[in-house]
């Protein structure tokens, strides 16, 4: 079994910065892909960015290109969020997610990710 916690969320203005750090135990996570998802009410979970193991390859989705990065420290076996230029679109709970085949693909949809976090809110006042 592998445990995702997720840190770093809050109550921030529109602009503003914030970074999210998941942080995973249990099992060794290093040659597996890990992504960011985000989910509100009134919509479904949604993919936002996926680095592969070794974070030779990433992916966002178009509405946060140029503004998060997403990176990974296998050694700590950590991956973080960097978010920029906040906008109140972006509020929502965001949730770390493991998958759990050793193939160097990033998966945008959440039935491909075994393993996820209990989510960490972010919330962007306008």
């Known amino acids: 079994q592998v445990q995702l916690i997720e840190s770093g969320g809050g109550l921030v203005q529109a602009g503003d910065s914030l970074r999210l750090s998941c942080t995973a135990s249990g099992r060794p996570v290093n040659s597996f892909t890990m992504s960011w998802f985000r989910q509100t009410p009134e919509k479904e979970r949604e993919f936002v960015a996926g680095?592969?193991?070794?974070?030779?390859?990433?992916n966002y989705t178009d509405a946060v290109k140029g503004r998060f990065t997403i990176s990974r420290d296998n050694a700590k076996s950590m991956m973080d969020l960097q978010l920029n230029d906040l906008k109140p679109e972006d509020t929502a709970v965001y949730y770390c997610?493991?998958?759990?085949?050793?193939?160097?693909?990033?998966?945008?949809?959440?039935?491909?990710?075994?393993?996820w976090g209990q989510g960490t809110q972010v919330t962007v006042s306008s």
């Open positions: 680095i592969t193991w070794n974070g030779g390859r990433t």
């Open positions: 997610a493991l998958r759990w085949k050793p193939i160097p693909t990033i998966p945008i949809m959440p039935d491909e990710y075994v393993y």
